[in-house]
C-alpha cells in the first residue's frame, strides 16, 4: 500500500460536524468516491492487501460498505454479498443482532450466501466503535466458512474499535483519522 496514495485519498474525505446528530464528526467518503483517481486507489490499495489469498466473498455491509465491497470483491476475482439491515432481502435469512449506543440493532444475510468452503472479506467503509463490524463478523462466522478477514478504507483510531473485534482476525484499514 503507498501511504502517499492513501494520504491523497483521505485528503478527499470531507468532515462534516454534528451529523446525523450533535457531536460527531462525520467522515463522508462521499467527496473521495467522486474522485477517479482516488477510486481507482482505494480498489488498487484494498486488492494489493487481499490478492492471492483465495478470497471467494465479499461481504459489504448496508449502505456504505457496498461500494468498497463491490469494488474489491470485482478485483478479486470473488462473489459479492450484502449484510442488510431487517427485512431487506427476499429470500431465507440468518441475523444478528447488537446493542447501540440506544436500543438494539439487527443486520441480516442470506442464508445460502457463503458455505464453508469460502474465504471471507468482510468489508465497511469506516471503523467507528467497531459494533456494526463485530455483528457482522459473528453472522458471517454462523456459516462456518474457511476463513474471515476484516476491511475498512478508514478508521477512526480514538474510539478503539478495533479492541473489540476478536483479536486473533486480521483487520486492516487503509487509512486512519486520529480523533473520534
Ligand atoms: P460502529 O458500529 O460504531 O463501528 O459504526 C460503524 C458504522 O457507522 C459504519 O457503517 C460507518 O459508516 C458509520 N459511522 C459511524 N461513525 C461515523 C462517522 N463519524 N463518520 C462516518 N460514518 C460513521
Known sequence: MNKPDMERVKSLVRNIPDFPVAGIQFKDLTTAFKDPEAL????????????????????????????????LAARLGAGFIPIRKPGKLPADTVSMSYDKEYGTDTIEMHRDAITTGDIVVIHDDLL????????????????HPKAIYINFLCTLRGLNGRDLLPADVEVTSLFDFEGK
Open 128 to 143: 467507528a466503535t467497531g459494533g456494526t463490524m463485530l455483528a457482522a463478523y459473528k453472522l458471517v462466522q454462523k456459516m
Open 40 to 71: 481507482r486507489l482505494m480498489a488498487d490499495a484494498m486488492a494489493e492487501i487481499y490478492a492471492g489469498r483465495g478470497v471467494t466473498k465479499v461481504a459489504g455491509i448496508e449502505s456504505r460498505g457496498f461500494i468498497g465491497g463491490t469494488m
